[in-house]
């Protein structure tokens, strides 16, 4: 298994609170996403980094910002979360864009109350 | 713009028989194609993918897809069930942006294995 942890597993918290989502890696990667998983909609794409410190928007990057100062760290912040952001989060990465297939973390339930 | 339509959202065998998972695409170029498999509440493993050399594209687990351009198909099969291919499994398309790969993915198919 490719070597990615998130934390926490599991968070509850309540409406209008900031919330933040780490990713890390061991692999160093160059290639970091964070997606987002709901019932009927598989998983979409919320922002992705190639490189430290460039990042980039997916198609569900509202109420979401990302970070990554380190290659093996990639942050996600919900700035005031909201019920809508409840969801199950995944981080991703690839060796290189084109012809690498991505590699999945382990995922991170969250539910706003 | 490219996408995946998986035709099934759920699909129940009988344990030791034949699997088939549907999946179409739609691109404007050849495409890069993959399956993913999700047992519950665990994160994603890549089954297999198709990156425009052989059509036949064998993956573990004695799962294989098959890409078919005329009917722009990527069908998930299986000769012999087992109870632990029970999951949800993705078919997803990439995209390469100016500055990464995009996944697309299907909604999924919920496979349930009986005995």
């Known amino acids: 298994d490719a070597g990615i942890t998130q934390s926490p597993r599991h968070k509850v918290t309540e409406t209008g609170t900031p919330v933040t989502l780490r990713c890390h890696q061991t692999e160093n990667h160059r290639y970091m996403y964070w997606y987002r998983q709901d019932p009927g909609h598989g998983l979409r794409l919320i922002h992705y980094?190639?490189?430290?410190?460039?990042?980039d928007k997916g198609e569900v990057s509202d109420g979401y910002s990302v970070s990554r100062s380190k290659t093996e760290d990639f942050l996600l912040t919900l700035e005031s979360a909201t019920s809508s952001q409840t969801s199950v989060y995944f981080c991703?990465?690839?060796?290189?864009?084109?012809?690498?297939?991505?590699?999945f973390g382990p995922g991170t339930r969250l539910t706003v109350t | 713009a490219q996408s995946v339509t998986q035709l099934d959202s759920h699909v129940s065998v009988s344990e030791g028989t034949p699997v088939l998972l549907r999946c179409n695409y739609s691109?404007?170029?050849?495409?890069?194609l993959f399956w993913y498999v999700q047992h519950p509440n665990k994160g994603l493993q890549l089954l297999l993918k198709?990156?425009?050399?052989?059509?036949l594209v064998k993956g573990i687990n004695g799962f294989e897809a098959e890409f078919k351009k005329s009917e722009t198909s990527f069908h998930l099969t299986k000769p012999s069930a087992h109870m632990s291919d029970a999951a949800e499994y993705f078919c997803?398309?990439?995209?390469?942006?100016?500055?990464?790969?995009?996944?697309?993915f299907g909604t999924g198919t919920r496979l349930q294995v009986t005995l």
């Open positions: 980094s190639y490189g430290v410190k460039d990042t």
């Open positions: 198709y990156t425009s050399a052989a059509t």
């Open positions: 997803v398309v990439r995209s390469n942006t100016g500055t990464a790969s995009k996944l697309t």
């Open positions: 691109s404007s170029y050849s495409p890069s």
């Open positions: 991703a990465i690839s060796e290189l864009a084109g012809r690498y297939e991505q590699y």
